[in-house]
């Protein structure tokens, strides 16, 4: 099944809603870079909200670039997109390995980090590009960019990432954004 991403309104149109289903994009991304299970789950998450944040541009000659610089194993990751979106990145430790979290789960955060920033750089044709910066504020990148479209580009948002990973590859990877 394809990667899709599906926009709509809700409430008398007064609530901008994105879900995303970039499966492919992040399996792709898993086998190219031969990312560990952690690093699948923090860079598919930001490859899927830098997917959505691509759509979400006007112009096929716009250009998006996302950073997240942490304290983190992982260091650093970038994606680049255009509005299509056709999203490229990199991670600069693909093989981080870490304990599971206190749930059992894999522990993004602490790959991540909880300290540093996302860096987004918005070339949308004017002069000079858009950058917007913010502070990393639990190394979860969902909650992360929430704090971002709020502190710098002014947007109420909620935002869910997940990517599900199994021995065998990705098996889902999604967004909600609003």
Sequence with gaps: MP???????????????????????VEKARKTHDLSPVVTAAF??????????????????NKLTVQIKGNGPIEMMVATTNNFPKVKGYVVNPQVDIPLN?????????????????????????????????????????????????T??????AVALGVLVDKNGVKKARRLFN
């Design 102 to 150: 206190e749930f059992g789960k894999l522990d993004v955060s602490e790959a991540v980090g909880n300290e540093g920033y996302i860096n987004v750089i918005k070339d949308i044709g004017l002069k000079d590009p858009y950058i917007g910066i913010s502070p990393l504020t639990s190394g979860e990148i969902a909650d992360d960019f929430a704090n971002y479209f709020v």
């Design 44 to 61: 598919g998450r930001m490859l899927t909200i830098t997917a959505i944040m691509g759509a979400e541009m006007k112009s096929a000659k």
């Design 3 to 25: 990667d899709k991403i599906i926009k709509f309104l809700a409430h008398n149109q007064k609530i901008s809603v994105i879900c995303a289903d970039t499966t492919n994009l």
């Design 152 to 157: 710098s580009e002014q947007r109420n948002s």
